[in-house]
């Protein structure tokens, strides 16, 4: 039972509240449900969190502050959860986040157990000032997504999207996501909107650790991982990812899971990721 915590953080699972607990923070396109396989494959004796990105809606999407994001959510934890430690974990662009609120933890002398980073493109060179892209960039990731969420392609060239209108676009992406079970069939395509607008933040958002982290993380890569046709996806290879984050996290280990980015997180490839998760936290 989800229960609400904070405006930002809710309780996913209680648990055992002698367990350390554990507090997950979803992609930009995503939510906390993105991890109920993920918490059932864990078990019922695990306390589980989740912060819930709150900043999309039909009308925003600018760039995200991911320090800013970081320094919020550990406000959070220090007020509803002050004795620590705390165990982290991220997918995605909640891989970022998961990096900085580390980070800002161990400056604030918090003690963290354990962080662990599923499938993130690793942070910008510290060069990089901004990030544009365009609709056309955005539509195909969203394709991608859509790709991703079902397992297959989908026959949708982003070719002939690029024709229409936006808004005529939208109600295209939609009509294949309700088709293929990646949406309700009672949304509207004005949720194809908001998708769109937390894709265009994630895609122009910067992030660059402010310092390096000291402990150790598990970077947790998707086997069947897509090398995007985006050129805002800057790192596709495992290669490339455990490359880019051990420049901020020198004690970085790295495992491959079955699945894409999006199905890690899913049944029956979240079990080897919670095998995984398991091992680091010393679980049976």
């Not at 923070?25 to 995503?30: F, I």
């Not at 989740?50 to 995200?64: I, M």
């Not at 909640?94 to 962080?115: H, K, M, N, P």
């Amino acid at each position: 039972m989800i229960e609400m915590v904070h405006s930002q953080l809710v309780t996913l699972q209680r648990g055992n509240h002698e367990n350390i607990p554990v507090f997950c923070v979803p992609g930009a396109a995503a939510t906390v449900a993105s991890f109920i396989d993920f918490i059932n494959s864990l078990g019922p004796a695990v306390p589980i969190h989740g912060f819930q990105l709150s900043f999309y809606d039909e009308k925003n999407k600018d760039p995200l502050s991911i320090y800013d994001i970081a320094q919020d959510y550990a406000d959070v934890l220090q007020k509803e959860f002050p004795s620590g430690p705390y165990r982290i974990v991220g997918h995605s662009l909640g891989g970022w986040i998961a990096s900085a609120l580390s980070i800002e933890l161990q400056q604030r002398g918090l003690t963290l157990d354990s962080v662990i980073i599923v499938d993130s493109d690793p942070p910008d060179d510290a060069s990089t000032v901004s990030k544009l892209c365009d609709t056309n960039e955005i539509i195909l990731s969203l394709v991608e997504l859509i790709e991703d969420s079902c397992g297959h392609e989908i026959g949708l060239e982003v070719s002939s999207l690029e024709k229409l209108p936006l808004d005529e676009q939208f109600g295209t992406l939609w009509k294949y996501m309700v088709r293929y079970g990646v949406i309700p069939g009672r949304s509207t395509p004005k949720f194809v909107q908001v998708i769109f607008n937390a894709l265009s933040s994630a895609m122009m958002t910067v992030y660059t650790p402010k310092a390096i982290y000291e402990g150790e993380v598990l970077l947790a890569i998707g086997h069947e991982r897509r090398v995007s046709r985006s050129p805002s996806h800057h790192a596709n290879t495992a290669k490339q990812l455990v490359t880019g984050w051990q420049t901020y996290i020198p004690k970085l280990r790295d495992v491959t899971i079955p699945g894409n980015h999006v199905s890690v997180l899913r049944h029956p490839n979240v079990n080897e990721l919670v095998y995984q998760v398991k091992k680091v936290w010393g679980m049976p």
